[in-house]
């Protein structure tokens, strides 16, 4: 017998779009896309409203594929830092109803209603209580879905939620294989396309059919990954959101590497213009690396080709003599390998990334240089830099032609702030 809760996933609808048209009531009706800069090379589709989607406007889409389905699209261009604040608001306006809120992104939230009945009513009147409040606060639609375990909401929400007029749906384990099982196997949770073409050809058309699987066999053939897929399959979930939560808090003491990448505003075709970018993506990798009080072992370069119909590019990794987070440590090593590999062809993107990373305090500290004055004026760089932003010191080659600093200072997630 399992025990009751009230788990539900709360979901925004064309989160980026819907914020767009609430601070902008007049594109409201409107086919809106929220498209980075295309003349930037970041045309690509982050959310539609309802009137672009009924266009096939969807989210990945080029620039150029919504003027061909949809000439009178609207283009906006993203707001990151008020898409952060609008969701900070969201989790504020969820702490209203329980204390025990869970963001899962910046649009969807889990909400563990356990034991507010008395407060808020049923399941479906706690929804409908809580979307009325997100609506008449951010101006913003909201559908949930409502399960027993946090896998049965986002099933309830993804599935069902999403593609009914209310906006609410509930799954439990009374009903979950009744409303599940009929659905394409690609629709669970947890399955990618790569799984989906894998059950495919096994023969698995359905979520039914997975779930007639054999709990061993599925583990068998893909290990745990196997045995979650089964388990998904009927509705179980054995995950707390609490430890989830927390476990995502401490990721960032956990993580295995630090790494940024860079698609460039241009096709890159001199060298020099190319070595000033990966200067600066290399200070940025290693000012977040010393931020965790980590030092990388490995250092990996990354760079694609501009020819899309004939792809190049590379992506080697090399190991440094020692464990290290100093820019200039770092960068010779990240100019041998880009020399060593490149093919003087001309560079759409550009990335550079640490791992094997180990605590701080385990470098080596050398008889011949003053590591530890490197180390030393590298920290108080980063605190002026964490206080008056990264621009306030920087190195002289990001004004030659090609340098991207002043650009991504403005931006978060690569698009604008």
């Not at 707001?79 to 809120?101: C, E, G, P």
Request: with cysteine; aromatic share 8%; proline share 4%.
């Amino acid at each position: 017998m399992h025990k009751q809760k009230i788990i539900m996933l709360a979901d925004m609808e064309s989160f980026y779009a819907s914020v767009e048209i609430a601070r902008n009531p007049s594109l409201r009706g409107k086919p809106v896309v929220v498209c980075g800069d295309p003349e930037r090379r970041h045309g690509i589709v982050l959310a539609a409203s309802k009137e672009a989607k009924a266009c096939g406007i969807k989210t990945g889409n080029r620039a150029w594929e919504c003027r061909r389905l949809c000439p009178g699209a609207i283009f906006v261009r993203p707001h990151m830092q008020h898409y952060i604040d609008v969701s900070l608001k969201l989790t504020a306006i969820f702490q209203q109803f329980t204390d025990r809120v869970f963001p899962y992104s910046i649009d969807e939230q889990f909400l563990d209603m356990s034991g507010c009945e008395g407060l808020w009513g049923t399941p479906p009147e706690m929804a409908r209580r809580i979307m009325t409040e997100v609506q008449e606060q951010t101006g913003i639609a909201c559908r949930v879905g409502i399960g027993e375990n946090p896998l049965q909401a986002k099933m309830a929400c993804d599935c069902f939620a999403k593609k009914n007029s209310e906006g609410i749906f509930t799954l439990n384990y009374d009903n979950y294989t009744g409303n599940t099982w009929p659905l394409p196997a690609g629709q669970l949770f947890g399955v990618g396309r790569r799984m989906e073409r894998h059950l495919f050809n096994m023969g698995i058309r359905t979520i039914g059919q997975l779930a007639s699987m054999k709990r061993e066999d599925l583990k068998w053939r893909w290990g745990i990954n196997g045995e979650i897929l089964w388990l998904n399959a009927h509705g179980i979930d054995y995950s707390n959101l609490s430890k989830a939560a927390e476990a995502r808090a401490g990721a960032e003491d956990e993580r295995r590497g630090v790494g940024h990448c860079m698609t460039l505003p241009r096709d890159y075709r001199k060298a020099e213009e190319m070595e000033v970018v990966l200067l600066e993506i290399t200070e940025e990798v290693c000012r977040r690396t010393r931020s965790l009080g980590r030092a990388g072992q490995v250092v990996s370069v990354y760079c694609r080709g501009a020819d899309f119909d004939c792809p190049s590019g590379f992506s080697r990794q090399q190991k440094l003599y020692q464990p290290t987070a100093l820019t200039m440590e770092v960068y010779p090593r990240v100019r041998e390998l880009f020399y060593t590999h490149w093919d003087y062809r001309p560079v759409r993107a550009l990335g550079v990334s640490l791992s094997g990373l180990v605590t701080a305090n385990r470098m080596q500290l050398s008889l011949l240089e003053d590591r530890q004055r490197a180390v030393t004026l590298s920290r108080t760089m980063d605190t002026i830099r964490g206080r008056f932003g990264i621009t306030s010191l920087f190195r002289l080659s990001s004004l030659a032609p090609g340098g991207q600093l002043f650009a991504w200072s403005k931006q978060i997630g690569g698009h604008s702030a």
